[in-house]
């Protein structure tokens, strides 16, 4: 395959192993703010490995985000985020997610966060299999879920007068991956 070709058929993965290429990967999350609108952030240190097999559904995937790196774009809440409330970077310093099947389309594993596990189902996407201007093999996936923040620990949340909270309980998660070929 060309720098100037791409294959977008999940077929084009071929087995072996993958790195996440930090540089070109972005983890998301969305959350409810006052009710009425929503908080968008990231994590910026990703890193992790996929393990391509002949049976593609046999491939695996590990995932660790330092969670420290969540950025929001107000540093205060930044920090608020990092603290015991949420994260607790100083105890928790990563989330993780081990893989445990993959279809094609949903990539099933668990995810942990402040030492909680928990099952979650990624809908995946795949946008295909380049090889860039260098020669090195990429591949880029898509993936999302919602989830429910309560269920890892996540609980903190501050009444509102006039009903409901702070902070809603289901944050969208969402990553958009570049996968490195190694030889």
């Known amino acids: 395959m060309s720098a100037t070709e791409t294959s977008t058929s999940i077929t084009a993965l ?3 192993t993958w790195t996440i290429d930090p540089a070109h990967t972005e983890v998301g999350f969305v959350a409810r703010h006052l009710m009425v609108s929503k908080v968008r952030g990231q994590f910026t ?8 097999a002949e049976d593609l559904s046999a491939s695996t995937a590990e995932v660790s ?6 950025s929001t774009g107000s540093p205060d809440r930044d920090t608020h985020l990092r603290s015991a409330d949420f994260f607790d970077v100083e105890n928790h310093p990563a ?12 990539l099933v594993g668990d995810l ?17 299999v380049t090889t860039d201007p260098w020669g090195h093999t990429k591949a880029g996936f898509e993936a ?16 509102l007068e006039g009903g409901g909270v702070l902070v809603g ?13 190694q030889d």
């Not at 240190?45 to 391509?52: A, I, L, N």
């Not at 997610?97 to 389309?105: K, L, R, V």
């Open 95 to 106: 989330m993780t997610f081990t893989s445990t099947s993959f279809d094609g389309s949903a």
């Open 14 to 16: 071929t087995p072996g």
């Open 45 to 52: 240190e990703v890193s992790g490995t996929v393990t391509v």
């Open 112 to 128: 942990t966060i402040k030492g909680v596990t928990k099952p979650v189902t990624l809908d995946v996407e795949f946008g295909g």
């Open 65 to 70: 985000i330092g969670v420290a790196s969540v």
């Open 169 to 181: 309980d289901k944050v969208t998660l969402s990553i958009d991956v570049q996968l490195l070929k």
């Open 144 to 159: 999302s879920t919602t989830v429910n923040r309560k269920e890892w620990g996540l609980e903190w949340n501050v009444p």
